[in-house]
């Protein structure tokens, strides 16, 4: 019996397609935030009032993922900016290739933001890289204020967490300083921000935040650009 | 259900790394997981019995070890495993810690039978 040291990720294939897209984005400019949530906590609709509030000019798409239909997409393609559904016929996440595969149809320069929706899923995708520059992982009120001690790793994965559906706290048990000190137990000094798609002025703190990562990931680019031409 | 993706990443991974080793039969790999993995080890064990059915890898064991969260102290430096969600450092009381480790999903080892010595030297997978 001989005992062979193996020194890799298991999911080594994702990371390598994941890092090769993470290189790429950043090469083009490109931010790309990666949407995670349960089904039903409100990621189509909070991108249906972002696009809504996005200029014509804004270099922004989505990739939207589902298991079935592409409902999703069709949704979003009426803010005109481009679409891609990407249904995946059972599997619970999205991965690398899946996002390799459906970006060769664009031309990355003419993208600042990218969008990927995910399978509606609080575990599985947090496991698969998708290259993007921050995970942002979506609870609405209706759910548990201890989901995050729940599903902790999306927690801890995501750079910010996203409490939707706020407009609707004077009519749930929920407790939303509970939600956020549960996620900030998981993940200290987690960014939170509390989001209404449905309420004047209820993502006003979501697109302050969006907008911010926008100029840093313009920024980002400029310094890999200087860097390449030396 | 990652759970079978993960089962068939790691049978390929097992594959690929014989490659290199002609002759070896693979009797245990070795997975090291982090509590903040979003793996659970049962349906993980669960999903490899089922991938390995009808190959010539059945009985091929899983032992996956489940690793706790380590976090660095920004202050004082210390490193320590995370209980309960504490992420205060235990050594000098500073709030200011980041994680080190604790949503790994990685292989450790790979247990071979061989009739001789292995035939190439030891490699890791990549």
């Given amino acids: 019996m001989e005992r062979l040291p193996l020194k890799s990720k298991v999911l080594n294939e994702n990371q390598i397609i994941a890092e090769s897209l993470r290189q790429r984005f950043r090469e083009h400019g490109v931010l790309c935030l990666n949407l995670i949530s349960s089904p039903g906590s409100g990621k189509t609709a909070l991108l249906e009032r972002t696009l809504a509030s996005l200029s014509p000019e804004t270099r922004v798409s989505v990739l939207t993922g589902d298991i079935q239909t592409d409902n999703d997409a069709q949704r979003l393609a009426k803010f005109g900016f481009p679409v891609q559904q990407i249904t995946t016929g059972g599997t619970c996440h999205l991965d690398g290739r899946m996002i390799e595969k459906h970006l060769a149809v664009w031309n990355l320069d003419e993208i600042d933001l990218l969008f990927i929706e995910n399978v509606g899923n609080l575990v599985c995708p947090s496991s698969y890289d998708l290259g993007e520059a921050s995970k942002i992982v979506l609870l609405s009120v209706t759910e548990g204020d201890d989901k995050p001690l729940?599903?902790?790793?999306?927690?801890?994965?995501?750079?910010?967490?996203?409490?939707?559906?706020?407009?609707?706290?004077?009519?749930?048990?929920?407790?939303?300083?509970?939600?956020?000190?549960?996620?900030?137990?998981?993940?200290?000094?987690?960014?939170?921000?509390?989001?209404s798609s449905t309420v004047a002025g209820g993502l006003d703190a979501w697109l302050a935040w969006l907008k911010r990562r926008m100029v840093q990931a313009r920024q980002e680019a400029l310094v890999s650009a200087a860097e390449i031409t030396g | 259900m990652h759970e079978?993706?993960?089962?068939?990443?790691?049978?390929?991974?097992?594959?690929?790394?014989?490659?290199?080793?002609?002759?070896?039969?693979?009797?245990?790999?070795?997975?090291?997981?982090?509590?903040?993995?979003?793996?659970?080890?049962?349906?993980?064990?669960?999903?490899?019995?089922?991938?390995?059915?009808?190959?010539?890898?059945?009985?091929?064991?899983?032992?996956?070890?489940?690793?706790?969260?380590?976090?660095?102290?920004?202050?004082?430096?210390?490193?320590?495993?995370?209980?309960?969600?504490?992420?205060?450092?235990?050594?000098?009381?500073?709030?200011?810690?980041?994680?080190?480790?604790?949503?790994?999903?990685?292989?450790?080892?790979?247990?071979?039978?061989?009739?001789?010595t292995l035939a190439t030297q030891v490699q890791g997978a990549e």
Wanted: net charge negative; proline share 5%.
């Fill in chain 2, 4 to 116: 079978l993706s993960i089962a068939e990443s790691i049978l390929e991974a097992v594959r690929k790394e014989l490659v290199s080793h002609p002759g070896a039969r693979p009797v245990r790999v070795g997975l090291l997981i982090g509590e903040l993995a979003a793996v659970d080890v049962d349906s993980l064990s669960f999903c490899f019995e089922a991938v390995l059915t009808g190959t010539d890898w059945e009985g091929l064991q899983l032992d996956a070890r489940v690793c706790r969260q380590r976090r660095r102290c920004n202050e004082c430096g210390n490193e320590f495993g995370v209980v309960d969600y504490n992420a205060t450092c235990p050594a000098c009381g500073g709030d200011s810690t980041k994680p080190i480790s604790g949503d790994e999903l990685d292989f450790d080892y790979l247990e071979v039978e061989t009739d001789g």
């Fill in chain 1, 150 to 195: 729940k599903y902790p790793s999306i927690f801890f994965k995501s750079d910010l967490f996203l409490l939707t559906k706020v407009d609707l706290l004077p009519y749930v048990p929920f407790n939303a300083d509970v939600a956020e000190a549960n996620a900030r137990m998981v993940h200290p000094g987690m960014e939170i921000v509390r989001a």
